[in-house]
């Protein structure tokens, strides 16, 4: 079944405790994106990747780190976590080939820092 | 700035009827816009993707319009159901702006039976 798969789906943790939220996709696609969602702000994109080794910021970078070493793979890595950064995490995928094509999301990693 | 505004902001409807959601957006020059629909707790899902040169395109009862030269586009919806209620999206891509994405704040529909 095609899909992008995101670990784990809930998370409590503490600040400063380093963590990675890992996404995984199997349809093969050049592009993958976190974004974090936020009651009254909506969804906004942390870090994007158009393909293997190319990474780029999005709207929301500070605090965040990620890597593209492998086409199905794109962690979310949060070094020293705060409290702000507790929120609704989604990773999506697609393909990038000059043209829009539709963008899948995972199920979300909730994730609360104390 | 680019932006993307959405109206209303929340919407309350009765099972059947029809259903509008607008979407302005500032984002220059324009590549793109998607419609999403989000149940809550759950990852968005993609209703329908435009160009600039599309003005309108359809998935069953959903209609999107889109009208590069206001920046405006609407999505409408036929003969709602309970199933609709859900957050609903639009994203706005700019040329040459790679993959960055720019989302507006979502319309939250309730269908009340």
């Known amino acids: 079944e095609a899909q992008v798969t995101q670990n784990p789906r809930y998370l409590i943790t503490v600040t400063g405790k380093k963590l990675t939220v890992t996404c995984s996709q199997n349809?093969?696609?050049?592009?993958m994106s976190w974004y974090r969602q936020d009651p009254g702000l909506g969804l906004r994109q942390i870090y994007y990747?158009?393909?293997?080794?190319?990474?780029d910021k999005g709207d929301v970078p500070e605090g965040y780190k990620v890597s593209r070493k492998e086409k199905r793979n794109f962690p979310l890595i949060l070094e020293s976590p705060s409290p702000n950064q507790t929120s609704l995490y989604f990773c999506?995928?697609?393909?990038?080939?000059?043209?829009?094509?539709?963008?899948?999301f995972g199920p979300g990693t909730r994730l609360t820092v104390t | 700035k680019n932006q993307v505004e959405q109206s209303p902001q929340s919407l309350i409807i009765l099972e059947g009827k029809n259903c509008t959601l607008q979407?302005?957006?500032?984002?220059?020059?324009?590549?793109?816009l998607r419609w999403y629909k989000q149940d809550t707790g759950r990852g968005p899902v993609s209703l329908t993707i435009?160009?600039?040169?599309?003005n309108t395109k359809s998935n069953g009862r959903y209609t999107a319009t889109l009208d590069a030269d206001t920046k405006q586009s609407s999505l409408h919806i036929t003969a709602s159901q309970l199933s609709d209620s859900a957050s609903y999206i639009c994203?706005?891509?700019?040329?040459?702006?790679?993959?960055?994405?720019?989302f507006g704040q979502g319309t939250e529909l309730s269908v009340k039976p």
């Open positions: 999506a995928s697609s393909f990038n080939r000059g043209f829009p094509y539709e963008q899948y």
């Open positions: 990747s158009m393909n293997v080794e190319v990474t």
């Open positions: 979407c302005n957006y500032t984002v220059s020059p324009f590549s793109n």
């Open positions: 435009m160009t600039f040169s599309e």
């Open positions: 994203v706005v891509s700019g040329y040459n702006q790679g993959g960055k994405l720019i």
């Open positions: 349809m093969n696609h050049e592009y």
